[in-house]
């Protein structure tokens, strides 16, 4: 199983920026995206549970972070807009065979499967 995050980068408040996580060797059945800033504990982003592609967002970023999948590539995307300097922190993707109940799709101990993590910088 290999999670593959990609697009991170440095972009300025109020900018968007695109990640994604292209998933190989697991028919995931939840995917999600946390994140974690220096000297911060790691936090939940989004999750989607695949089968009825139900979502759950962080408050935190609600109204301006959206994630999608693509079946065709196996790849699910984070789209993230109206950055602000709080946002920047290593994203990573993670993965899951389990379907979870919606209480659970947020909490990282229900992932076996991480990426690597991309850095997203928020900064004028």
């Known amino acids: 199983v290999q999670l593959q995050a990609s697009g991170g980068g440095l972009v300025q408040p109020g900018g968007s920026l695109r990640l994604s996580c292209a998933v190989s060797g697991l028919n995931y059945g939840t995917i999600a995206w946390f994140r974690q800033a220096p000297g911060k504990e790691r936090e939940a982003v989004l999750g989607?549970?695949?089968?009825?592609?139900?979502?759950v967002t962080a408050d935190s970023v609600k109204g301006r972070f959206t994630i999608s999948r693509d079946t065709a590539t196996n790849t699910v995307a984070l789209q993230m807009n109206a950055l602000q300097p709080e946002d920047t922190a290593v994203y990573y993707c993670?993965?899951?065979?389990?379907?979870?109940?919606?209480?659970?799709?947020?909490?990282?101990?229900?992932?076996?499967?991480w990426g690597q993590g991309t850095l997203v910088t928020v900064s004028s």
């Open positions: 989607m549970r695949r089968q009825d592609r139900k979502t």
């Open positions: 993670a993965a899951t065979s389990r379907n979870w109940i919606v209480s659970a799709i947020l909490r990282p101990e229900n992932y076996e499967y």
